[in-house]
């Protein structure tokens, strides 16, 4: 059973910076891993992903900001956020999947954390 863990949310003015963790167990280094937020009153949206190569996706919103990065041996995924706006507030969520034989990491994840709190005052 994967399960994720995430830490090192908070509260920071605009402008700060913050890191986000996700400890892992019982999945594969092979999993598509990404983070994930939800504002109060919004769905929720993909920020960024990683998959099991190392290659990278952000939404548009944060390229540049954050950078997304992973430690196969701590079985740890991170989430460097830089140039926090007030727009970044939310509930953020580590996520994996397996990746898919053909699409890859283009597919619904199905495992999550229980997601840490992200607040950027202006």
């Known amino acids: 059973q994967v399960q994720l863990v995430e830490s090192g949310g908070g509260s920071v003015q605009a402008g700060g910076s913050l890191r986000l963790s996700c400890a892992a167990s019982?999945?594969?280094?092979?999993?598509?891993m990404g983070w994930f937020r939800q504002a109060p009153g919004k769905e929720r949206e993909g920020v960024a992903s990683?998959?099991?190569?190392?290659?990278?996706t952000y939404a548009d919103s944060v390229k540049g900001r954050f950078t997304i990065s992973k430690d196969n041996a701590k079985k740890n995924l991170y989430l460097q956020m830089n140039s926090l706006k007030p727009e970044d507030t939310g509930m953020y969520y580590c996520?994996?999947?397996?990746?898919?034989?053909?699409?890859?990491?283009?597919?619904?994840?199905?495992?999550w954390g229980q997601g840490t709190q992200v607040t950027v005052s202006s």
């Open positions: 996520a994996a999947v397996p990746p898919h034989w053909y699409y890859g990491c283009a597919r619904e994840y199905n495992y």
């Open positions: 019982g999945y594969d280094s092979q999993y598509c």
């Open positions: 990683i998959d099991r190569d190392g290659s990278t």
